[in-house]
């Protein structure tokens, strides 16, 4: 059924925000037009005055998941579960596209070949019931090095929607007298103290292997025309080292100079909504406001937090750091872009009707009243869409 949403304030390409009517049919929007216009005889209407109409959230890394499935330490319930559960946090908050960030490791137990065996089964088997277009981010550690052909497998067969490489090693190693870190570490593993380093310490041998082994991997995600990902850049050489590879994401980059060196590539900058909502970075690193006050950040993403995607955008402009058009592209367009997926992420004719109208009447705690995904209802609250 065709759909008609009628008198919402409606952000539009050209960045500007006005009341519409926006018409929807066969998942698509079709037209974009002033109000007043009426409907057509089997149209649903839905009268979203006073709103926002905003286009779906794209969010490329999201790990958030692993609470839904482990709550507690040590303690896990069924994945599917957790899965449907996610997909309900994720819908509440305007994401219409998700890219679920599966850690593969060397580590034991959470991020372990059989969690990620699991996971991958389960995910296969709930994804026809989940409301948003969910997706899978492989994160690869790269000291994983006898997971290899399993994950070339797994690229070529089709699983991975974009990979991206991971390497805590030396972060590990930093932090084994932290006891915040480490108590995570051991909480996710299962290991004692001392089992825990005794087994890092063996991954670390691996070192003059690890670059042969991301390069393998590259080649086979670049055969297929998957986006590939780096995460924590240290520094510009290390930046300009995965651009080579054809990884054109910069995935929390630790700096500006790396962040600056990402831009001058041509690659895409990405970093997290948690940092950029709360003003600060939890691990002292580049500040996502100060890399959007200097242009130096494409997206955002929820890292680990859901709601941050669509409040983040909000306090930006809230708190003056970029105007909303701005502040909504880093949470649509701008990822949307970065993962070749230029079907979404904005409201014109013959793009997707990935939507989410938003009541914004009270400023400091905006909220989704309807999420729709391909012009169907996938989350409502207040009545809307009801």
């Not at 994401?95 to 089964?121: K, N, Y």
């Not at 991997?217 to 995460?231: D, F, K, Q, V, W």
């Not at 050489?237 to 790396?258: H, K, N, V």
């Amino acid at each position: 059924m065709d759909m008609l949403i009628r008198n919402g304030r409606a952000l539009l390409p050209d960045g500007d925000v006005r009341q519409t009517d926006i018409i929807v049919a066969e998942g698509a929007v079709q037209e974009v037009r002033g109000p007043g216009h009426g409907s057509r005889n089997g149209t649903r209407t839905i009268d979203a005055r006073g709103k926002l109409v905003l286009p779906g959230i794209v969010d490329l890394h999201g790990d958030g998941f692993e609470r839904h499935i482990m709550p507690r330490a040590g303690v896990s319930f069924s994945r599917a579960l957790g899965l449907l559960d996610t997909d309900r946090t994720m819908t509440a908050n305007g994401i219409t596209t998700a890219f679920h960030g599966l850690t593969c490791s060397w580590e034991p137990g959470l991020r372990s070949r059989e969690a990620a065996h699991a996971f991958l089964a389960d995910f296969q088997a709930v994804r026809g019931r989940l409301g948003c277009d969910t997706r899978l981010h492989l994160r690869f550690e790269t000291y994983n090095l006898p997971a290899l052909d399993e994950v070339e497998s797994w690229i070529r067969d089709g699983y991975v929607d974009m990979l991206a490489f991971n390497d805590h090693i030396d972060a590990m190693f930093a932090n084994l007298d932290r006891y915040s870190k480490m108590s995570g570490y051991l909480d996710r593993t299962g290991l004692n103290r001392d089992r825990f380093i005794q087994l890092i310490t063996e991954i670390k041998e691996r070192a003059a292997a690890v670059p042969e082994g991301i390069r393998r991997l590259a080649g086979a995600a670049a055969e297929r025309g998957i986006p590939m990902a780096s995460h924590d850049d240290p520094d510009p050489a290390t930046r300009t080292w995965y651009d080579g590879l054809r990884c054109a994401i910069c995935e929390f980059p630790l700096d500006e100079a790396t962040a600056r060196t990402a831009r001058e590539l041509g690659d895409a900058v990405v970093l997290g909504a948690p940092n950029a909502l709360r003003g600060k970075s939890h691990i002292d690193r580049l500040m996502a406001r100060d890399a959007i006050r200097m242009d130096l950040c494409d997206a955002l993403t929820s890292d680990y937090f859901y709601p941050s995607l669509l409040q983040a955008a909000f306090a930006l402009a809230r708190d003056k750091v970029c105007p909303f058009p701005d502040a909504w592209r880093l949470v649509s367009a701008g990822p949307a872009r970065a993962a070749g997926l230029a079907d979404r992420g904005e409201i014109e004719p013959g793009k997707r009707a990935d939507l989410v109208v938003v009541d914004d009447s009270d400023p400091s705690l905006p909220f989704a009243v309807l999420t729709l995904r391909q012009g169907t209802p996938v989350f409502s609250a207040c009545g809307l869409g009801m």
